[in-house]
């Protein structure tokens, strides 16, 4: 399984590829999820320089530590970890947004009576085809980072739970219940849009 330092420094040393064996690894494996990354660089930052910054900065990181990947595991996973650690490690200490939720008031309204039961909408079989598609991204934009994170991760990149554990370094338990929340969170905000459009049949439970 491919490893990735939890401190990374300039004095971690790559062992293992050769230089071409490194910029065949980093071109095959790395590259092909350039895209992928700044969608979800986008999303964490809501600003597109900085986008930018994050994604090249996850790249240099990926290239200096590739020595940590395993060709043949899931590189995209891999380099989301890394952005998400460079996320969290730098973009959040200038960041004015929080640097941790409050779930406390979004438990309060949106816990379920029974925690251990999965009353979770799939956001790709939600019933919202009648919406703009821009409504949808203002509303996951809106929502705190660490909810948007998980919908993006999993109902628009499509990792599994346990991947998405992996990538941000909580339990599968705590993946799914913030999960929960967040599209619970999500559906309140395009239910809102909805009403004012005149959609309210097309999205109540």
């Not at 409050?102 to 816990?111: A, G, I, R």
């Not at 395009?190 to 999205?203: H, K, P, Q, T, W």
């Amino acid at each position: 399984m491919s490893t990735m330092p939890e401190t990374m420094s300039d004095t971690t040393p790559t062992r293992g590829y050769t230089d071409d064996q490194k910029y065949q690894i980093f071109n095959k494996e790395f590259m092909p999820h350039i895209d992928s990354m700044y969608n979800f660089a986008f999303r964490l930052t809501m600003d597109e320089d900085d986008a930018n910054d994050l994604v090249q900065d996850t790249y240099l990181k990926a290239f200096r530590f590739i020595s940590s990947f395993e060709q043949g595991t899931n590189a995209k996973a891999w380099l989301f970890r890394i952005l998400k650690n460079s996320f969290i490690n730098d973009y959040r200490k200038k960041s004015k947004e929080p640097a941790k939720v409050d779930y406390q008031d979004v438990e309060t309204t949106y816990n379920s009576e029974d925690s251990e039961t999965e009353h979770t909408v799939d956001l790709r079989a939600e019933t919202v085809s009648d919406l703009i598609g821009d409504e949808v991204a203002t509303a996951l934009n809106s929502l705190p980072v660490d909810f948007r994170t998980v919908i993006i991760l999993c109902d628009i990149e499509g990792f599994t739970y346990e991947e998405m554990a992996k990538i941000l370094d909580i339990p599968i338990g705590t993946v799914r219940s913030r999960l929960h929340r967040a599209r619970n969170l999500l559906k309140e905000k395009l239910r809102d849009y909805a009403a004012s459009m005149g959609y309210n049949e097309n999205i109540d439970d």
